[in-house]
């Protein structure tokens, strides 16, 4: 029998979903919940080609114009969030958060100078509770393994 705080989050998905303000966008990716972009200095002009995209099952990090590079990161894989304001970020309303994940490639990852910073980060959060109910894992259990991993290669074990 699931626990009352999955049923929650089960009853309240749709809801969550529908409240998140979604544009319309011909490069709008299945599952997208929303995007942010990196914007240039403190001005909070996006003349950057840094984007930021939440779906339901990964946030996604998009570089460059003329060559590009992809990255994602699993939700359920995320471990922790920051989020830092500048005095500088604060006049012009913008933030930068810091994502800790088990991840090779990004296991700190700075969103640096977005609007809507602290949404971005509820959002966000909601989204890596959701899949790890989907995933039926807890934080606990993903800390756990990668500890296990590495005291099962440095006891010489294999």
Not at 22 to 43: A, M, Q, V
Not at 60 to 66: A, D, K, R, S
Not at 103 to 123: A, G, M, Q, V, Y
Request: hydrophobic content about 30%; proline content about 3%; glycine content about 6%.
């Amino acid at each position: 029998m699931p626990e009352e705080n999955e049923l929650d989050f089960a009853q309240n998905e749709d809801t969550e979903a529908s409240d998140v303000k979604k544009k319309k966008n011909k490069n709008e990716r299945p599952g997208e919940i929303t995007r942010e972009r990196k914007r240039w200095g403190f001005l909070g002009i996006p003349w950057t080609f840094t984007k930021y995209i939440l779906t339901n099952k990964k946030l996604i990090i998009e570089t460059g114009l003329f060559n590009s590079t992809e990255n994602e990161i699993l939700l359920y894989r995320i471990t922790d969030m920051t989020l830092k304001r500048s005095f500088g970020q604060k006049l012009f309303g913008l933030g930068t958060l810091i994502v800790y994940a088990h991840d090779k490639t990004n296991p700190t990852l700075e969103i640096k100078n977005i609007k809507h910073s602290r949404e971005f980060k509820e959002t966000l959060s909601s989204a890596v509770e959701r899949d790890r109910l989907r995933m039926k894992m807890r934080q606990s259990e993903i800390v756990d393994n990668f500890h296990d991993i590495h005291d099962d290669l440095d006891d010489g074990d294999f």
